[in-house]
C-alpha cells in the first residue's frame, strides 16, 4: 500500500508551558512494498512522526493519506523497541491477540499464528510465556504479532535497539528475510545510521528543532547481501554521506543532553 504524509506538523506544550515544534513541514510518500528508514539524532521526531502515521498521535497541521483504503481503517502492525507482549499470555496466544481483537476463527488463528510464529523462528516456543524468554525472542514474538494481522504498513520504532550487538545483527537479517516473504510498506526508525543503510530502499534524514527533512537518500544496492565484501566501498560511502548530514545536529542533541 502506498502512504502519503503531507505537510505535517506537530507542535508539543511543554512542562513550562511553551511551544516546541517538533515536526515542520513533512512530505514524503511511502510507496507499495518500500522500506523506508527515518534517521536522525535523539530529538529529531523520529517517533512523533512514525506516532502520527501510526494514528497514535495526531498532526497538529497536515496529514497522512492510505491509498486505497476507500474509507476503511489501515491494517496497521506496531513494534516498538520494548515489546509490550502479555506477560500472562503464550507466545501463541500474544500472537493472535490482533487476530482475536479482529474477530477471526479459531481455525484461520491456528493457521496465521502457526505460520508467523515459524516465520520469525520461534516454532517450539509456542507455549512458552514472555519472561521465560530472551530479549531477542521477544522481539521475535512481537514482529509475529505485529505480522499476524497482516498489515497494510508495519511500523517498527527502533525493534532491535535494546538488544545487544549480535542479537542485533543477527534480527537485522532475519528482518530482511521477512521483509522479502512479506513485502510490506514499511515504516522503521532508527538513530544508527549502520542499521538504515542496511535495511532501507530510502533513508530520510531528519534534522532537529524543528524536526524536518533533511534529504531523502535512495541506497542503490541489492536489498539481500548489502554486508557483502563487494559492496563495503559503497555500504560505507551511504554511511559517510548520512553522518555527515546529522553530525552537527548530533553534536547539538549532546550537549543538550
Ligand atoms: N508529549 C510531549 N510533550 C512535549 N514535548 C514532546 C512530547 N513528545 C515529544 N516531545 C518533543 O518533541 C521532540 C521530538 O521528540 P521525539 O521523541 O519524536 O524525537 P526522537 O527523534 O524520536 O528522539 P529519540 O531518538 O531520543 O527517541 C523533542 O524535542 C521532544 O522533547
Not at 27 to 34: L, T
Not at 45 to 65: D, H, M
Not at 137 to 163: H, N, T, Y
Not at 217 to 246: T, V
Request: glycine residues 8%; contains cysteine.
Amino acid at each position: 500500500m502506498r502512504i502519503v504524509v503531507e505537510n505535517v506538523g506537530k507542535t508539543f506544550t511543554d512542562s513550562k508551558k511553551s511551544e516546541v515544534t517538533a515536526l515542520e513541514n513533512i512530505n514524503f510518500a511511502i510507496e507499495n512494498q518500500e522500506f523506508v528508514v527515518l534517521v536522525g539524532p535523539s530529538g529529531c521526531g523520529k517517533s512523533t512522526l512514525l506516532n502520527i502515521v501510526g494514528g497514535l498521535l495526531s498532526p497538529s497541521e497536515g496529514q497522512v493519506y492510505f491509498e486505497g483504503t476507500l474509507g476503511k481503517e489501515p491494517n496497521l502492525g506496531i513494534v516498538f523497541q520494548e515489546i509490550a507482549l502479555f506477560p500472562w499470555r503464550t507466545v501463541f496466544e500474544n500472537v493472535v491477540y490482533g487476530l482475536e481483537e479482529r474477530g477471526v476463527s479459531k481455525k484461520e488463528r491456528e493457521e496465521k499464528g502457526k505460520y508467523y510464529i515459524d516465520m520469525v523462528g520461534l516454532t517450539g516456543f509456542e507455549n512458552a510465556y514472555p519472561k521465560q524468554l530472551s530479549g531477542g525472542m521477544k522481539q521475535r514474538a512481537g514482529i509475529a504479532r505485529a505480522l499476524s494481522v497482516e498489515p497494510d504498513l508495519l511500523l517498527m520504532d527502533e525493534p532491535f535497539s535494546a538488544l545487544d550487538a549480535q542479537t542485533r545483527t543477527i534480527m537485522q537479517e532475519e528482518l530482511l528475510t521477512i521483509w522479502d516473504r512479506t513485502r510490506l510498506s514499511t515504516l522503521y526508525v532508527t538513530h544508527n545510521i549502520q542499521e538504515a543503510v542496511y535495511l532501507a530502499d530510502r533513508v530520510i534524514v531528519l534534522s532537529r528543532h524543528p524536526g524536518r527533512i533533511k534529504s531523502v537518500i535512495k541506497i542503490d544496492l541489492p536489498k539481500i547481501g548489502r554486508d557483502e565484501e563487494k559492496y563495503r566501498s559503497q555500504f560505507e560511502q551511504y554511511s559517510n554521506e548520512i553522518w555527515n548530514l546529522i553530525r552537527h545536529d548530533a553534536q547539538e542533541a549532546l550537549k543538550e543532553a
